[in-house]
Each structure stands twice: as structure tokens, then as C-alpha cells.
């Protein structure tokens, strides 16, 4: 994304977008309280606006607690910001609709391998699910010779040879197959924007980095929008045309591709800190290398 002029940069960023891409997701003022009123009241979410372009890749970084999974869950509709908030999809206002129906417009892989899939059902049943989510009651969950076709050419490019195991039971697959299946899943049903939890975290190094080179692919075949949550900043540098960090339930820094671009992980320490105002104290960011 460039910034012609050089002038009023932010300006000429957000005008170029406006005229050139398309707003896929609006978040406006979203706040968060959890057990607002009591002892154990938690501001997750203190404020946050963003605008997601058509094929973004939103790379989002921040300490545990800064509120990236609340985030992510108010986009999927697992529960609605605060009043005054508002969550904007594909210029539909979603801001309160039921989980259920955010299907269509969110697809979602989590950090553990075991949320995404169905462990007692077989690759193809789990297909169908995702493929019927978020669709009118009263299509058939049917497994027929098309939709074997259309999962057999969704698994193949994997390069995992998961086409060939349709009706293998999902439990029987390794922790990086099942979040490869999640992948697919998520996809599958074209959802206006994928949201990815640390979904590498719990796998060792070497299947993080399949998974995230099969994440690439996917999101580059489908042209999905994304937001991808990672613990780790060298994965923040490397993934994604904007990178965004959270602290304390609000946005701190959002930068583009050129911006950091040439950045490196201490760089990226520094720009915490200058807009934080705090020192950055979250090791595990820095020494992780998942
Ligand atoms: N369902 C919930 N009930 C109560 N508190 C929650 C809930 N979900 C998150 N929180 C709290 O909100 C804050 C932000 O959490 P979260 O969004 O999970 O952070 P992150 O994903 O950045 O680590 C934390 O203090 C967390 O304990
Ligand atoms: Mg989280």
C-alpha cells in the first residue's frame, strides 16, 4: 500500500483504500466488560476501531490479556460488544446477530487442533458440516459424489495426502492435519474474512511453519481477508500485508507492508513501547519461536 505525496500520510492511506479496495470489516468503538460490576470486572476490549480491507492479511501481536481473542470473538459473534459498538461486515451491521449466523461471513481456526474438528467424525463429515454452517435449516447434509469431488480438490493442494483418507475419523489425524483440516473447513464455505487464534501455537516448530505455509496458500487460492493472531513477532514480520498490536484492549500500532517491511523483531519492541508508553515485559513474545 503505498502513501503518494508523503504528506498527511495516514490521510493518503485511508483515501487510497477507500477508493481503490473495499471496507470487508468495520469495527467502531467496539468495548468489552466481562463481569462488569463485580470484583472480577475485566476491560477486554477498551475502544477499538478498525477498518479491514478486501484481502487484507492483519498480522495481530500483543501480550496475553491485551484482548486479541476478544476480538476475534466479537467478529465471530460469540458474543456482541458493548452497546455503542458496532461490527460491520460486507456493509451489513452484525453487530447483534447470533453466532450462528456469523458462519457466513466468519470462518475461524482456533489455537487447539481439537475446537475446529470433530474428532468422532470422519474428514467428509466434517467437510459437510462446514460447508452447511451458517446456511437455511433444511439443506441436506448429504454426502454425495460432487461434494466428495469438491473435498477431494480442497484437501489435495495440502500436499498432506488427507484427499485420500475422506473417511478416516478426524481424531486419527496428527495435530498439524487437523489444523490443516480446520483451514479448509474455514474456508470452504467462502467466508467474507478467515480469523486465526494462534492456531500454530500448540504445534511443534516444524508443523507451525507447514501450517503457516499451507495458511499462505489457502488464503492466497481463496483471496481471503484475514486476521491472524500469533504470539510471535518474527511470524507478525513475516506474514501479512499489516501488522497490528494490542495492548491493554486498545489498538497501539497499525502499520502497513512498507512500514515493516524493513523492520526486525527490536524494532518492532521499540514501536510497542513508544505507543505504549510502557516498557514491553512479555518474554514469551520474544523468545518464541512457534
Ligand atoms: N469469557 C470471559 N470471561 C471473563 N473474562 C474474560 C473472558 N474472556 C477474556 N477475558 C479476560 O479479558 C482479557 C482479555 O482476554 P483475551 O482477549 O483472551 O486476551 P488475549 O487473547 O490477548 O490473550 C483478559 O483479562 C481475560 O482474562
Ligand atoms: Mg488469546
Known amino acids: 500500500m503505498g502513501t503518494p505525496g508523503g504528506k498527511n500520510v495516514r490521510e493518503g492511506f485511508l483515501i487510497m483504500n477507500a477508493t481503490k479496495k473495499d471496507a470487508?470489516?468495520?469495527?467502531?468503538?467496539?468495548?468489552?466488560?466481562?463481569?462488569?460490576?463485580?470484583?472480577?470486572?475485566?476491560?477486554?476490549?477498551?475502544?477499538?476501531?478498525?477498518?479491514?480491507y478486501d484481502q487484507d492479511f492483519i498480522s495481530i501481536i500483543g501480550s496475553n490479556g491485551a484482548g486479541k481473542s476478544t476480538l476475534l470473538n466479537i467478529v465471530a459473534g460469540v458474543f456482541p460488544p458493548e452497546r455503542g459498538g458496532r461490527v460491520i461486515i460486507n456493509g451489513d451491521d452484525v453487530t447483534n446477530l447470533e453466532e450462528f449466523k456469523h458462519a457466513t461471513y466468519a470462518g475461524r481456526v482456533w489455537q487447539q487442533p481439537g475446537v475446529g474438528t470433530a474428532?468422532?467424525?470422519?474428514?467428509?463429515?466434517?467437510?459437510?458440516?462446514?460447508?452447511?454452517?451458517?446456511?437455511?435449516?433444511?439443506?441436506?447434509?448429504?454426502?454425495?459424489?460432487?461434494?466428495?469431488?469438491?473435498?477431494?480438490?480442497?484437501?489435495?493442494?495440502?500436499?498432506?495426502?488427507?484427499?485420500?483418507?475422506?473417511?478416516?475419523?478426524?481424531?486419527?489425524?496428527?495435530?498439524?492435519?487437523?489444523?490443516?483440516?480446520?483451514?479448509?473447513?474455514?474456508?470452504?464455505?467462502?467466508?467474507?474474512?478467515?480469523?486465526?487464534?494462534?492456531?500454530?501455537?500448540t504445534l511443534d516448530p516444524k508443523t507451525g511453519q507447514t501450517v503457516l505455509s499451507l495458511t499462505e496458500m489457502i488464503v492466497e487460492r481463496e483471496r481471503m481477508t484475514t486476521i491472524m493472531v500469533t504470539h510471535n513477532m518474527e511470524m507478525a514480520l513475516k506474514y501479512g500485508n499489516r501488522l497490528v498490536m494490542m495492548h491493554q484492549g486498545k489498538i497501539v500500532v497499525d502499520m502497513d507492508e512498507e512500514e515493516k517491511r524493513s523492520l526486525a523483531v527490536n524494532d518492532l519492541v521499540t514501536a510497542f513501547e513508544q505507543a505504549s508508553g510502557e516498557q514491553f515485559k512479555d518474554d514469551s513474545i520474544l523468545l518464541s519461536h512457534r
Open 24 to 52: 470487508v470489516l468495520q469495527l467502531m468503538d467496539v468495548k468489552k466488560i466481562f463481569a462488569q460490576g463485580t470484583v472480577d470486572e475485566v476491560t477486554a476490549l477498551n475502544g477499538v476501531s478498525l477498518t479491514v
Open 119 to 201: 474428532g468422532n467424525l470422519t474428514l467428509e463429515e466434517n467437510l459437510s458440516l462446514a460447508l452447511l454452517r451458517g446456511k437455511r435449516r433444511g439443506i441436506r447434509a448429504a454426502i454425495n459424489k460432487q461434494r466428495r469431488q469438491l473435498f477431494y480438490e480442497a484437501l489435495t493442494p495440502l500436499g498432506l495426502c488427507l484427499e485420500d483418507r475422506l473417511t478416516a475419523l478426524a481424531g486419527t489425524l496428527s495435530g498439524g492435519q487437523r489444523q490443516a483440516l480446520s483451514l479448509v473447513m474455514a474456508t470452504i464455505s467462502k467466508p467474507a474474512i478467515l480469523l486465526l487464534d494462534e492456531h500454530t501455537a
